[in-house]
């Protein structure tokens, strides 16, 4: 891969025939997913249907937040009915920026629409800041695995400038590319805050610009860097820097 780690050593990918046949097998499904969508290119118009495919992944959000998981009190969210309970807003904002990212054509990943995404998340377009300017932890969590909390803060545009010409430039199927870079920024973590909902719609914005459309707003990503074993995943990733353990 054209990418590194936070101490600047080359990450790796291995192409195995196993991991390309599931590759392959997701693409497929996902083919055939397409046609049950009627090709729908907006998550503001949801046939019964498909809301019942949002609420799900719209729950573990709402976990994260200490907000509801009740269908009905999510489904407010879908139909943009009032509510007003804590933990809403960040969920009806991720939802916003989600449905924005299938409404608009822009570039799997740059600078735009990463402003786009953030001024989403936080209700404004007043931001603190682009990328973060301030350390989310003080020291990596093990000098000699070197397994980092975070990327220090002075590295982050330098990060993500070569994520971006990565995505723009990489050969390979835009389903792996789309979770290489989900990967790497949960690995940097290169804002104030929505760390983990920038990762998400990263990897599924890539795929939204690359073809799949709505399809990719549909997968449930959002549940999985809450899942027990991502944490040591993304641990075995920083100490062999191979990232086809993800």
Known sequence: ????????QPLRLILTPSLLERIHRLERLMLKVMGRLQK??????LSSEQKTWIIPLLQPLAKRYGASTSERKLGYIIDDKPIE??????????????S????????????EWILAMLTDLHGTDNLPSFYREKELTDRPKSLVARIYEAAPYPQIESLMTTLMQYVEHTPYSSVLVAMIACFYVDYAKPFESFNDEMSVL???????QSGWESLAAYLPLEGVMDAPAFSSVCQE??????????
Do not use: C, W
């Open 1 to 8: 891969l054209r990418l590194t780690s936070i101490d600047k």
């Open 40 to 45: 729908a290119n907006a998550l503001t118009t």
């Open 85 to 98: 309970e804590p933990g809403f807003d960040v969920i009806k904002h991720y939802f916003l920026a989600l």
């Open 100 to 111: 924005h990212s299938v409404e608009k054509r822009m570039s799997p990943l740059n600078e």
């Open 202 to 208: 990263t990897g599924k914005n890539i795929l939204i």
């Open 237 to 246: 990733v920083q100490k062999t820097k191979d990232v086809t353990y993800f």
